[in-house]
């Protein structure tokens, strides 16, 4: 039985100096949504998520439905979230068993889903379609399209869709002797022919990552082997010029960068993982492309970063190594002028790994792969949704502005919790509290206050004492007066 305390102190969001009045409530535990029976758990990988029309549509692989006797066989899973829970699991490829994963998919203007994935039925791989109606999506095995006929092996897939409803594809492709990277789309009446979108130069060209913006326009990036190292490229579709010349997004500097992913909205939104410091890093096209910034905060190996741009901010997950034994989830988000505080959404007593992410309305989902016991896996699936731990901001009138001018700008809090867990020091580094009415506050993930004191302005540090032991989870500790407050994460881990 375990009984250490572990407290993980994040750089919590600091709402008297930034714009940043909220933080993100995950709601715990996690969904499983791989089975519908919690004891039996199928090998499910690698989850895929799209909003359209206000509904979280979520592909992953899984071999519930096969016996292993072929290698790599899997099939390719659909759930449609529906605003309060999962609609009924199904399947989109037909139960033959050969290997079909690595689903991508994209919602037309008219409400259809459309996937494409990777599968092995002919032999090698190759790249396949379909598209349903998502209000009630019914697949049919027999209207799936094979759209390569590669001479070597068509895999890793990207699907995007444009505001003029083409669906466009990229994939790599290793015909030319090479994996490069290919693209066509559906103009509405037929697909184009397979297309060559990275220099046919015998330097790997791979893992692709497709988006298309509000403008009409879509974006590829992918990384590229040709210095010797994977570096990230990008290139950009228009309806009336089509492919423009490529453009490099990381220096080329013998340290690699990849795994990238593209989001667009207005603007081009562009991460990847990178060895430089092991970070997540982010691009933005705005009237050009500017300096990359390093969004993650972690000790290890953070990599395959997934992105989605909504309503003006931009959304990260991705999974850091913590150690070889164990990965965690992490997410971030940008409000278009600042990121936000990064929020672990798994502990480190699971490994898991490959999050997805897609934002409908103030709800960010995440959906992710959880190795259950060593042989399985399964996919979870976490809801963030934006509240503002702070009881009580109508009282402080315009809020940030307002809060901006209460406390200075080093403000700090610190805090520990005792062994027995049931009683919390906090600590206010520097003179910030000078006024009449001070308080020190816990909340829970849901944001209910768990315990409030006052604090006088001579005191720098206060202690709460609990009836009970605090149950492991995550905790906002905020300290605060009548016009601003400062808030700190801390999660505990049994
Ligand atoms: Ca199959
Ligand atoms: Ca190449
Ligand atoms: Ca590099």
Not at 299 to 309: D, L, Y
Not at 343 to 349: F, I, K, M, Q, Y
Request: glycine letters at 8%; proline letters at 4%.
């Amino acid at each position: 039985m375990k009984t250490s305390v572990c407290i993980t102190l994040s750089t919590g969001g600091l709402l008297a100096t930034s714009a940043l009045a909220w933080a993100l409530r995950w709601q715990q535990p996690p969904g499983q949504i791989s089975s519908d029976e919690a004891s039996l758990v199928y090998n499910s990988s690698r989850p895929a998520v799209a909003e359209g029309f206000s509904k979280i549509h979520a592909v992953w692989t899984s071999a519930r439905d096969c016996s292993g006797d072929i290698p790599g066989s899997g099939e390719i899973y659909y759930r449609r979230w529906n605003g309060s829970s999962w609609d009924a699991e199904k399947h989109f490829t037909g139960l033959d068993c050969y290997p079909s994963a690595y689903a991508s998919i994209g919602l037309d203007s008219e409400g259809y889903l459309h996937i494409a994935w990777q599968d092995g039925r002919e032999g090698a791989l190759e790249i396949y379609y379909e598209n349903c109606n998502a209000s009630n999506c019914q697949p049919d095995s027999t209207h799936e399209t094979m759209l390569t006929t590669s001479t070597g092996t068509a895999d890793l897939v990207s699907l995007a869709v444009d505001t003029a409803d083409n669906v466009h594809i990229v994939w790599r492709d290793s015909r030319p002797g090479v994996e490069e990277v290919f693209w066509k789309y559906w103009n509405g009446s037929s697909w184009s022919t397979d297309s060559l979108l990275s220099p046919d130069d015998d330097a790997v060209s791979e893992y692709p990552s497709i988006a298309a913006d509000k403008l009409g326009n879509v974006h590829c990036v992918w990384q590229d082997w040709r210095s010797g190292f994977d570096e990230v490229y990008y290139r950009k579709w228009t309806p009336s010029g089509g492919w423009q010349t490529e453009t490099s997004l990381t220096p080329p500097d013998s340290l690699e960068s990849g795994n990238p992913s593209v989001a667009a909205d207005s603007l081009v939104h562009v991460v990847w993982g990178d060895e430089s410091d092991g970070q997540v890093h982010y691009r933005r096209w705005n009237s050009g492309w500017e300096d990359e910034v390093v969004i993650s905060d972690g000790a290890a190996r953070a990599t395959n970063p997934a992105i989605a741009a909504a309503s003006g901010r931009v959304h990260v997950t991705w999974w850091d190594i913590i150690q070889q034994s164990t990965s965690q989830i992490f997410y971030t988000q940008f409000s278009g002028s600042s990121w936000h505080a990064v929020d672990t959404l798994t502990g480190a007593d699971i490994y898991s790994d490959m999050p997805s992410v897609a934002v409908a309305g103030n709800v960010t989902h995440v959906l992710y792969e959880v190795d259950m016991d060593g042989n399985t896996t399964g996919i979870f699936h976490l809801r963030g949704s934006r509240f503002v731990p702070a009881d009580s901001l109508e009282s402080r009138g315009a809020g940030d502005r307002e809060a901006s001018a209460g406390l200075g700008p080093a403000v700090g809090v610190d805090w520990s919790i005792n062994a027995g867990r049931d009683q919390i020091t906090i600590a206010c580094r520097a003179q910030h509290l000078t006024r009449a009415s001070q308080f020190a506050r816990v909340f829970d993930v849901e944001g209910r206050l768990v315990a409030s004191r006052r604090i006088e302005p001579t005191m720098r540090s206060a202690e709460m004492t609990f009836r009970n032991r605090l149950a492991a989870g995550v905790y906002f500790v905020v300290v605060g007066d009548d016009k601003a407050t400062i808030m700190k994460r801390a999660v505990i881990v049994r």
